[in-house]
T-cell receptor
């Protein structure tokens, strides 16, 4: 699979603040960029994705931005809430990043 | 519930035993994937099927591992002569889209947690 790396590995934010996670990928031919959320005891769930023909996509409080020149894409969560606490993964072709553990402090 | 179903949810076995896991994908999803996940890591790709054809296998998949999808519906993953290093969560995912394998939305099951004693 493609090599994908995400940063940071852990992120603690105050409730109501924003969180940003960045993912870099290696294959310049990549055309699909998803983010998954995994809660304890469950499988990953797709929360947002983007294809290479657009630079940004929003869905309520979450957004994904893509920079194909720099080969990275980012997940943005605004107005964070306690239920946003989870592990988030970016994915490339057949591969996943190592995950970012997000903790939202009340 | 029409999501991806995996059984059993938990499996405890002794080293050297064989184990088999089952995955029932979302109905009519033609792609089925197996991943392995250890604590604190992202899912690692093992193999995937397009209908009944196994199209790609990871180098991680040793000869002790075998996967089948005989009728293009449910799939089984068998591990022979289990080792302690096989302890992990085994995740199954399915996808309805006919695009290039690995470049589409994946719908995951809740996984089978394997513990090898």
């Amino acid at each position: 699979g493609e090599n994908v790396e995400q940063h940071p590995s852990t992120l603690s934010v105050q409730e109501g603040d924003s969180a940003v996670i960045k993912c870099t990928y290696s294959d310049s031919a990549s055309n699909y960029f998803p983010w998954y959320k995994q809660e304890l005891g469950k499988g990953p769930q797709l929360i947002i994705d983007i294809r290479s023909n657009v630079g940004e996509k929003k869905d309520q409080r979450i957004a994904v931005t893509l920079n194909k020149t720099a080969k990275h894409f980012s997940l943005h969560i605004t107005e964070t809430q306690p239920e946003d606490s989870a592990v988030y993964f970016c994915a490339g072709k057949l591969s996943f990043g190592a995950g970012t553990t997000v903790t939202v402090r009340a | 519930d029409t999501g991806v179903s995996q059984n059993p949810r938990h499996k405890i076995t002794k080293r050297g035993q064989n184990v088999t896991f089952r995955c029932d994908p979302i109905s009519e999803h033609n792609r089925l994937y197996w991943y392995r996940q250890t604590l604190g890591q992202g899912p690692e790709f093992l193999t995937y099927f397009q209908n009944e054809a196994q199209l790609e296998k990871s180098r991680l998949l040793s000869d002790r591992f075998s996967a089948e999808r005989p009728k293009g519906s449910f799939s089984t993953l068998e591990i022979q002569r289990t080792e302690q290093g096989d302890s992990a969560m085994y995740l199954c995912a399915s996808s309805p889209q006919p695009g290039t394998g690995g470049n589409e939305k994946l719908f995951f099951g809740s996984g089978t947690q394997l513990s090898v004693l």
